[in-house]
């Protein structure tokens, strides 16, 4: 069964520090991986697209990593601002002739002064 | 990437009501699509909205209780039915060429009293 499992559920860290958070998933055959940022109340914004050949991928202070061997991402978020206080949600899309994207439950992010 | 506006982006109903909710792109999209989002949780798929034709409905989702509209390659309509408190729900949609890519809507945060 096609799944992704993100953790953990949910993080508290200082502003200024670093965090990064992981996603494992059993899709397959893979086709790629995105992380979203979603605001509280607000739709879902791409941070970061990969493909199977593609084992790092930055935005600013976002790094995401993938390892396709081991079905394992990670995004590294670096320096955190209050306003990296969001979920963030791992989604995996396969190949194949109905091509679904796969949800993560998320990781809900929060940054205190 | 397109912009996407919801209408409305909330609304408080009342159980036994109706309600359709707008997506309206900036620009011609092949596929359109719309999610559910429960409180604390991920997007569950509901539906692609085709255009020029019926919408493709995900299992445990119902036409008669999510009837869908798609007159054109920039508007569609989500109709949530006869509603329910269990249907208190963030509903938004997505747009994109293929699958692999999709933009999200704002959402709609609908609650059913």
């Known amino acids: 069964k096609n799944q992704v499992e993100q953790s953990p559920q949910s993080l508290i860290i200082l502003e200024g520090k670093n965090c990064t958070l992981q996603?494992?998933?059993?899709?397959?055959?893979?086709?790629?991986l995105r992380w979203y940022k979603q605001d509280t109340g607000r739709g879902p914004v791409s941070l970061t697209i990969?493909?199977?050949?593609?084992n790092t991928k930055s935005n600013g202070r976002y790094t995401a990593t993938l390892d396709a061997d081991t079905k394992q991402s990670s995004l590294h978020i670096t320096a955190s601002q209050l306003s990296d206080s969001a979920s963030y949600i791992c989604?995996?899309?396969?190949?194949?002739?109905?091509?679904?994207?796969?949800f993560g439950a998320g990781t809900r992010l929060a940054v205190h002064p | 990437s397109a912009v996407i506006s919801q209408k409305p982006s909330r609304d408080i109903c009342q159980r036994g009501t109706s309600l359709t909710i707008q997506c309206q792109v900036d620009?011609?999209?092949?596929?359109m699509f719309w999610y559910r989002q429960q409180p604390g949780q991920s997007l569950t798929l509901i539906a692609t909205a085709n255009q020029g034709s019926e919408a493709t409905y995900e299992s445990g989702f119902v036409i008669d209780k999510f009837p869908i509209s798609r007159p054109n390659l920039t508007f569609s309509t989500l109709t949530v039915s006869n509603m329910s408190p269990e249907d208190s729900s963030i509903y938004l949609c997505s747009v994109g060429q293929t699958y692999y890519e999709q933009y999200f809507g704002p959402g709609t945060r609908l609650t059913v009293t």
């Open positions: 990969m493909t199977f050949s593609e």
């Open positions: 989604v995996v899309s396969a190949e194949g002739g109905y091509n679904k994207l796969i």
């Open positions: 996603c494992n998933y059993t899709v397959s055959p893979f086709s790629n």
């Open positions: 620009s011609q999209v092949t596929m």
